[in-house]
């Protein structure tokens, strides 16, 4: 009989057991019917930009019954940001979106949640769905930066680079020289960590150096950045006569040397000749000498003869660079040469003979002094010997 009793009472047990366990799921699975999620864009806003929270609210597949969504709220615990009311109805499986926007003054982490008020259709309980999400607010930085890059063809290109963390918009960008305005462009919209660039053609400014300004509107203000950059201008070809030697025949010159091109392009048609001029004319056939091409940073052998009355030699140089031709002038100074002598003149042979003459006459004082060395030691040894004896 007790074991009947105590069978029945463990039975009994069981069977309560399982309707608590059936119930207990079931008020999960009706709690857990509704489920929310939110996301925010951007997630490290700046002070004072917008974000906005996109808040979904679902009905799970298998719920009991139509949900009616009668609010959704943003909020911390203490601050209430922005409501929705009457948001709408769910059925098993169904869902919503709705977007929430709102702005922080201050800079700092925020956590906030979505506030979701539903209950069943059928007329149960109100109850509240809560999801939480953080955003970090950034500080304001409004920060445009100018930088040049000169290609050694006549063109600037000017980039505006955005180191800040809000867009500038409404950009352009000026090229000044001597204060007056020369070019105008307008650019793209930069964003944050983005860059836009403009190229100008600065080759007619008549100047060294360009400013160039990008003025640009951020967060509703306007704002501006300088740069003076110089101009990267090409150096064309030029000849120039360097290492001259000259030897010198009486009036006559002999002009070596070198036509180095101190430019940055070739030079063409390099022809060098001594001009007829005051007291300086080409001798012979020997007056010009034709170098031909001389490429950038080389130089050329060339070889003249003049006749020359003074003390300076004026050579023409003329050559074609970038298309154009140049003709320019370089007087050597003969003078300030140290220049080469060529056959003596018979009164430089005359004074060259008479020294020698010079130098044979007279009596020869070194064989007289070694010969009264020899003999004052001839007779001290005859001496010496004597008085052994």
């Known amino acids: 009989m007790r074991r009947q009793q105590l069978l029945s009472t463990l039975l009994t047990a069981l069977v309560v057991a399982s309707v608590m366990v059936g119930v207990t799921t079931v008020v999960s699975a009706q ?10 864009s951007p997630d490290e806003p700046v002070v004072g930009e917008t974000v906005t929270f996109n808040v979904t609210v679902t009905n799970q597949e298998g719920s009991s019954g139509v949900v009616d969504v009668s609010s959704i709220m943003l909020r911390t615990n203490s601050e209430h940001y922005e409501r929705i009311e009457d948001v709408g109805s769910l059925a098993p499986g169904g869902s919503l979106t709705v977007q929430m926007t ?40 409004i920060n445009g930066g100018l930088s040049t890059t000169a290609n050694g063809s006549d063109e600037t290109t000017v980039t505006l680079t955005n180191y800040g963390n809000v867009e500038l918009s409404d950009v352009e960008i000026l090229a000044a020289t001597d204060g007056r305005i020369r070019d105008r462009r307008d650019a793209f919209d930069v964003g944050p960590d983005e860059a836009d660039s403009i190229t100008f053609d600065t080759d007619e400014y008549a100047t060294d150096t360009v400013t160039f300004t990008a003025e640009y509107t951020a967060r509703g203000e306007r704002y501006e950045t300088t740069r003076t950059s110089a101009i990267d201008r090409e150096v064309i070809g030029e000849i120039r006569l360097t290492s001259v030697e000259v030897t010198r025949g009486g009036s006559m010159l002999s002009i070596d040397g070198e036509a180095a091109n101190i430019g940055g392009t070739d030079a063409e048609s390099v022809l060098i000749s001594i ?9 012979g056939g020997s007056g010009e000498y034709f170098v031909g091409s001389v490429d950038a940073s080389e130089f050329a052998t060339f070889q003249l003869s003049a006749s020359v009355e003074g003390d300076t030699v004026p050579v023409e140089i003329a050559y074609i660079a970038d298309n154009d031709r140049v003709t320019t002038t370089q007087v050597i100074d003969v003078s300030s040469l140290n220049t080469t002598t060529g056959a003596p003149d018979q009164s430089q042979a005359a004074a060259t003979s008479s020294g020698g003459r ?15 060395i020899v003999i004052v030691g001839l007779g001290g040894i005859g001496r010496y010997l004597w008085n052994r004896e």
């Not at 709690?31 to 925010?40: G, L, M, T």
């Not at 003054?105 to 309980?125: D, I, P």
């Not at 010079?358 to 009264?372: A, D, E, F, H, R």
């Open 31 to 40: 709690q857990s019917a509704v489920s929310v999620s939110i996301d925010s």
């Open 102 to 141: 709102t702005s922080f003054e201050q800079a700092g982490q925020r956590t906030l949640k979505a506030h979701v008020s539903a209950e069943r259709a059928s007329g149960r309980n109100l109850r509240a769905y809560y999801s939480p999400v953080t955003v970090d607010v950034q500080e304001l930085d």
């Open 275 to 283: 001009p007829n001029a005051d007291g300086v004319s080409p001798a």
């Open 358 to 372: 010079q130098g044979q006459s007279g009596v020869p004082v070194i064989p007289i002094v070694v010969g009264v």
